[in-house]
């Protein structure tokens, strides 16, 4: 059964940096080609991509947020890591981590979710 | 980046109604069009991969169609359950989103 489950902090104060953890099951980040992703939705609006990382470490980030993000990942503790600094409340969002589909371009396994509000 | 437009923006419609949602590339993308569903305060749920393939699970009532840049996702009965928002997504980005509402 695959999971993915989302932790950190519920709240973080303007400029500070948020460190969320993506803990997953039911597959290793190991496997050729194993993909995921972090995906964020403000309240009310659309959902973002922010990053993704496959086994082999081949990374990526949003265009517009490159310079504020930095995703990794320990294969022996089955989990993703995403860091964002300079927090902004326009960040306030549910941020999501979810497996990439094995060749299709999608999303196919997700976490609940995680709600971070920036606030001082 | 490519850019995904979903019309429309709200859509409201009735039990048993057929209702189809449309999602428009800023440039081809072949068939790599994925869609979702969501409900408040859940995740999105995939149902349909490269454009028109039913990911197991998903009732048969929903459908893909399109290539290049025009895509669709019918619902062909609505059933109380559908009321949902429903996004499409190409790599790294995402429609706006269209909410399906209960007439």
């Known amino acids: 059964q695959v999971t993915l489950k989302e932790s950190g902090p519920v709240l973080v104060k303007p400029t500070e940096t948020l460190t969320l953890t993506c803990t997953v099951s039911g597959f290793s980040l190991s496997n050729a080609r194993m993909g995921v992703s972090w995906i964020r939705q403000p309240p009310g609006k659309a959902l973002e991509w922010l990053a993704h990382?496959?086994?082999?470490?081949?990374?990526s980030y949003s265009t517009s947020l490159k310079s504020r993000l930095a995703i990794s990942k320990d294969t022996s503790k089955s989990q993703v890591v995403l860091t964002m600094t300079n927090m902004d409340p326009v960040d306030t969002a549910t941020y999501y981590c979810?497996?990439?589909?094995?060749?299709?371009?999608?999303?196919?396994?997700w976490g609940q979710g995680t709600l971070v509000t920036v606030s001082s | 980046d490519i850019q995904m437009t979903q019309s429309p923006s709200t859509l409201s419609a009735s039990v048993g109604d057929r209702v189809t949602i449309t999602c428009r590339a800023s440039q081809s993308i072949s068939s790599w069009l994925a869609w979702y569903q969501q409900k408040p305060g859940k995740a999105p749920k995939l149902l349909i991969y490269k454009a028109s393939s039913l990911e197991s699970g998903v009732p048969s009532r929903f459908s893909g169609s399109g290539s290049g840049t025009e895509f669709t996702l019918t619902i062909s009965s609505l059933q109380p359950d559908d009321f949902a928002t429903y996004y499409c997504q190409h790599n790294r980005t995402f429609g706006q989103g269209t909410k399906l509402e209960i007439k």
């Open positions: 979810a497996r990439i589909c094995s060749s299709t371009s999608c999303y196919n396994y």
């Open positions: 990382i496959f086994s082999n470490d081949e990374k």
